[in-house]
């Protein structure tokens, strides 16, 4: 006999519980259902300078499965926590991202295309397909992957102060992951948001450099190591792992990386505790390396 819906909400949001407060966060039940399922937060002074909490909405599976609603747009800052498996014998698998980045991936799939999204702003699908696997598999959680994602750099600025620094460090180093907890504001390419998630995994275990000169050296290495390509390259590059379709499909735009993301990166760097205000910025017109486009094959224009 299968498990009824109650208790598959209940061994599911055990199951979440359990990886939060093994992530060194802790986790409140909201006294009235809005929307929001737990309230993870971090909240000692040795782990954070300001106190950081996020909402979570669980979608619990016996199997597996993927939902997107626009009602969760109003609630501001939610994470989609979908947790497979409950209840079975097979591994149990969570994944978790922002409201906008399952939207995100309903439009790649073409789910708000659909009648169902346009009439009830709703899509459910319980047979993942290989692209759907794709599309989620940057956002799919393991040991340390909760607590940058809930507290993140937020968590080590202080929100009152005139210029963004912390009133108290965080105990503890912050890595270079944790830069990429908010996505940027818009992307170059296709390609460019499931780069941003490679380099946020690579990233997750290096500490975070004093300069912002050696920080844009690491991320520049990991840039050309995952792509095959230096980031001072002028054209739009391919890379077939991020390829799931779209005219752009596959394509990383080294231009979007160069002029917004790695400065976002190291704007966010300075804004940490202990930090010079001062440290390398892209200068308009600078040359690149002589050897810059050699040994990877360009795609179209960005």
Known sequence: MGLDTQVVELLGRNRLTGELLGDGLEVAVPARDRGVDLIAYADL????AAFAARPIQMKAFTARGFSVDRKYTKIADLLLAYVWHVGGTDTAVTYAMPHAAAVRVAEAMGWTETA??????????????????????????GPGKWFPLVAGVSAVLDPGSADGRAAV???????????F??????????GDPFLWADLARR???????????????????????????????????????YNLGGMSGGHVCPEFWRDTAIPLLLHRLRALPGRERGGAAPVPGAEPPADADR????????
Do not use: N
């Open 45 to 48: 002074a040795f782990q954070v």
């Open 116 to 141: 169902s999204w346009a009439d009830g702003g709703t899509y459910t699908r319980t047979s993942p397909s290989k692209k759907l696997l794709g599309l989620l598999e940057p956002h799919r959680m």
């Open 169 to 179: 460090p965080a105990a503890g180093p912050v890595t270079m992951g944790m830069l």
């Open 181 to 190: 907890r908010d996505e940027p504001p818009h992307w170059g390419l296709r």
């Open 203 to 241: 990233l997750s275990t290096v500490t975070c450099p004093e300069s912002p000169e050696a920080a844009r050296a690491i991320i520049e290495g990991a840039f050309a190591e995952l792509t095959g390509c230096p980031v001072y390259r002028s054209d739009p590059l391919y890379v077939g792992r």
């Open 295 to 302: 040994g990877c094959d360009a795609g179209p224009g960005c």
